[in-house]
């Protein structure tokens, strides 16, 4: 059983990312946080203050591996819009849509897998969504509205973010498997072993397999290889339609991509 004070750290480091102030230790001392009412209430306390809405921030940042997106290579000659400024409006994005759905809206937060709209600035607009920049703002980095998800792209919530696909992807091709695993660990509470020692991990050339569906299908005909990638890959292949960018693309080296997927 925790004691008043190891209550108050606990509720101050999961809400706010930080130790617990007077308030919330007076409150403690009183005997307040000794029932769930009381817990409740002070819990509220702490989601009114601004630090609550920057440790939300850091818990996405973290459980989406957003950190660091900037510094993700992508081959400049097949993605040159790909640079650091691209990477961090990307990040951006889906903590705008996180910040809509739970603190502006205090909407469902399933709806982070369905929302049929996002928020763009200049650079994502132009180069990732290709609809029409937001007006307003001092420049074309701050310049942010949201929109409607084009309807063409059947994208829906932060698995078709730019953000989460370009993280999970390879710097000249996506990865189904690392896509597919990101959604079984992040989302599903699952794990994939390493591969066994010894196993061929490349693919064939996109020369002789142009789609990654083809291309993975080593992965799903081989035994020692079958068990695990049965799991991931399908799920990676449903976002195939998304480059390692997250662009959305019909063709891949010409040639039509299927991503439908049975899981």
């Known amino acids: 059983r925790l004691t008043s004070y190891e209550t108050a750290a606990r509720m101050a480091f999961f809400l706010t990312d930080a130790p617990p102030d007077d308030a919330l230790l007076d409150a403690a001392e009183a005997g307040e946080l000794d029932t769930p009412e009381g817990r409740q209430e002070a819990a509220l306390t702490l989601l009114d203050r601004p630090t609550a809405r920057r440790a939300l921030r850091n818990f996405f940042t973290e459980y989406l591996v957003l950190d660091g997106l900037e510094l993700r290579a992508k081959d400049p000659n097949?993605?040159?819009?790909?640079?650091a400024t691209l990477a961090r409006s990307m990040r951006e994005e889906t903590l705008r849509l996180l910040d809509d759905i739970i603190w502006t809206r205090d909407a469902d937060v399933r709806e982070m897998f369905t929302a049929d709209y996002t928020f763009v600035n200049t650079p994502l607009a132009e180069k990732i969504y290709d609809?029409?920049?937001?007006?307003?703002?001092?420049?074309?980095?701050?310049?942010?509205?949201?929109?409607?998800?084009?309807?063409?792209?059947?994208?829906?919530?932060?698995?078709?973010?730019?953000?989460?696909?370009?993280?999970q992807a390879n710097p000249e091709s996506t990865s189904a498997t690392h896509r597919?695993?990101?959604?079984?660990e992040r989302f599903l509470c699952r794990t994939m072993?390493?591969?066994?020692?010894?196993?061929?991990?490349?693919?064939?050339?996109?020369?002789?397999?142009?789609?990654?569906?083809?291309?993975?299908?080593?992965?799903l005909e081989d035994p020692t290889c079958a068990g695990c990638h049965t799991i991931s890959d399908p799920l990676g292949l449903s976002l195939e339609n998304y480059d390692p960018i997250g662009v959305y693309r019909a063709k891949e080296n010409g040639a039509v991509i299927d991503a439908s997927a049975d899981h």
């Open 78 to 83: 097949l993605y040159p819009a790909w640079d």
């Open 193 to 219: 072993p390493p591969p066994p020692e010894g196993v061929v991990t490349e693919l064939p050339p996109s020369s002789t397999a142009p789609t990654m569906r083809e291309r993975v299908a080593v992965h």
């Open 131 to 167: 609809v029409p920049a937001p007006q307003g703002g001092d420049s074309a980095a701050s310049e942010w509205g949201r929109i409607d998800l084009p309807a063409d792209q059947g994208r829906s919530g932060i698995l078709s973010h730019p953000s989460v696909l370009a993280r």
């Open 180 to 184: 597919g695993l990101f959604v079984l």
